[in-house]
């Protein structure tokens, strides 16, 4: 079984700053991991994926994730916030237990993302 | 390339009574899930459909079904809602060529049971 903790529920920031989300797993095998946003009244969109080609992922908007195995985390950064990047965002892990797993995702609780000007 | 199309986006019911939500995935992908979301319980999996097949499900009761047609649209249907049932019920799509093929998601249908 897999799991996500997201290691807080709101983090506040000023525009221009650096961002940091929190996000630890715990997988029984090699972890496919997700970072999905979730602008209000809007749907999941993907921001970024760990594909075990580079522990260091880029993504959209300047965002970047770095997979560290020896703590399971999976941290989401970005060197400075902008004013649209307040949103809702979800860690994400995927089922690997073989094929037909896959299309199981196990969320986060989210953690939501104030930008204050 | 269209995305993925959830009907309706807004819904109300009364309890006791039954809903029916549509997916259409985008074009060429096999593979559809349902997710709930709420306040409290944030974002759960409900099943997985893959070629018709339900594939994994979720810790969710028999009230909560649903199915695959073979053009991959999908359906899922609650019976007997409760007010607990009111939600953002969100579909997902993906070709799940591998375990981190992504998953894209509708905008979602909102539930209101009162």
Redesign the interface.
Known sequence: AQSVTQLDSHVSVSEGTPVLLRCNYSSSYSP???W?VQHPN?????LL????AATLVKGINGFEAEFKKSETSFHLTKPSAHMSDAAEY?CVV???AG????????????TILTVHP | KAGVTQTPRYLIKTRGQQVTLSCSPISGHRSVSWYQQTPGQGLQFLFEYFSETQRNKGNFPGRFSGRQFSNSRSEMNVSTLELGDSALYLCASSSLLTGNTEAFFGQGTRLTVV
Do not use: P
């Open positions: 496919s991991l997700f999905y809007k749907g999941l969109q993907l994926k760990y594909t075990s979800f995927s089922g690997n094929g037909t797993s896959y299309g199981k995702l196990t969320f986060g609780q989210g």
